[in-house]
């Protein structure tokens, strides 16, 4: 029997408090619902990967994303790891396309396995390109007076980059919001997410808004709605500013259609979306084609943005990074992962695997700071 077989993927719940409700367009979550993949290979090895499904962002479910774990498990046990991209497009063809936190979270622990008994770690595995990278940090909705706070605590710790959630039932605030941030932390560069709660002239007005202000408009990360391509088009078109499909882009053959219709200038790459093989296709599609890159995530803990930032590093290249929610954790349940000094984010500490493990003192030891 090869040692690298695939003996056993478990799942379990990882339920995490979150500091303050995460909001964006779609909704707000209260606490982390996400799940705990182990994939245990025939010599004993293990790997752990996890799912942040984000019922605001996509519908996906902690429910239904641990019946798809369980569901899907049976494409990988049994096969060798070493043959992960074959287990990837099993997980695909099986789940319908679907179920990306799910498939993410199995693929996750498969490689995390594979490259911790190779003793390589997994930003080397993803190709090597570099150790550090330079995270932005989120301003998620809610009231002008919370945002200005957020904006100061933000710029007191280090962030020059600063996502703003704009849009949804709350986007009768933005401007007021964007005002107040601007006078928070004068200087910062914004990136404005609308997770498709705009419409292309709002998003076009906001963006002026924010310019009138003296503000630095980086980015406007999905404006409007996923189907809404003539709207992203627009936007593209008008706004003058470099655009973001996020919600839009969930494979490689989106990528295609996002090039061909000028509908964007970047991608917004998240694991969580449809795996990390689909992750890589989408990556060289929009290089290909000439986009830039972005990696983002969802609620995730430390485990899966530690995945994220070894591909992310690994392939180098990534104009925008926001890979902040560990910040808006109460709790970590881990050890290991990258080390964060404010917007600074290194690899260079990890020698195996995405280097996270279950801590085994509990979460209470392992606290981050609020964002």
């Given amino acids: 029997m090869s040692p690298t077989l695939i003996r056993r993927v478990s799942v379990e719940a990882l339920d995490i408090p979150l500091h303050e409700p995460f909001g964006i367009a779609g909704g707000a979550q209260e606490r982390a619902e996400n799940l705990l993949v182990t994939v245990e290979l025939a010599d004993g090895t293990l790997g752990f ?7 605001a962002f996509n519908g996906e479910t902690q429910a239904a994303s641990r019946a798809a774990v369980l569901s899907l498990r049976g494409a990988a046990e049994g096969a060798d790891a070493r043959a992960w991209r074959a287990i990837a497009g099993a997980l695909r063809a099986a789940a319908g396309g679907g179920a990306g936190a799910a498939r993410c979270a199995i693929e996750t622990a498969i490689l995390d396995a594979l490259t911790r008994r190779a003793g390589m770690p997994l930003w080397a595995f993803f190709g090597g390109a570099g150790t550090e990278l330079t995270t932005d940090i989120t301003i998620t909705t809610g009231p002008p007076e919370r945002a200005e706070e957020a904006a100061r605590r933000a710029s007191a710790m280090g962030f020059r980059a600063l996502k703003v959630k704009v849009g949804g039932r709350l986007a009768a605030w933005d401007a007021a919001r964007l005002e107040a941030i601007c006078a928070a932390a004068p200087g910062a560069s914004l990136i ?13 007005a906001l963006v ?17 709605p ?3 391509w003539e709207g992203m088009k627009e936007v ?8 973001a499909a996020d919600e839009s882009v969930t494979c ?7 090039a061909a219709e000028r509908a964007a200038t970047t991608v917004n790459i998240k694991l969580m979306k449809g795996g990390i093989a689909e992750a890589l296709d989408i990556a060289a ?22 995945t994220s930032a070894c591909l992310a590093a690994g392939l180098g290249g990534f104009s925008f990074v926001d890979l902040d929610t560990p910040l808006f954790l109460a709790e970590n349940p881990f050890d290991g992962g990258f080390a964060q000094a404010g ?21 209470a030891d392992g606290q981050r700071g609020a964002p």
């Fill in 49 to 55: 990967g996890e799912a942040a499904p984000l019922p």
């Fill in 192 to 204: 404005l997410d609308g997770n498709g709660g705009l419409t292309a002239g709002e998003a076009i």
């Fill in 208 to 224: 002026a808004h924010a310019r009138r202000l003296g503000a630095t408009v980086a980015l406007l990360e999905q404006p409007v």
């Fill in 226 to 228: 996923r189907d809404d």
């Fill in 236 to 243: 593209t078109r008008r706004a003058g500013v470099d655009v």
């Fill in 252 to 258: 490689a053959g989106d990528v295609l259609r996002i």
């Fill in 285 to 306: 599609v929009a290089r290909a084609a000439g986009l830039g890159l972005m990696i983002g995530g969802m609620v995730e803990s430390v485990l899966a943005m530690t």
């Fill in 343 to 363: 917007p600074a984010l290194s690899l260079d500490g990890i020698r195996a695997g995405h280097g996270v493990a279950p801590s085994p003192r509990g979460p």
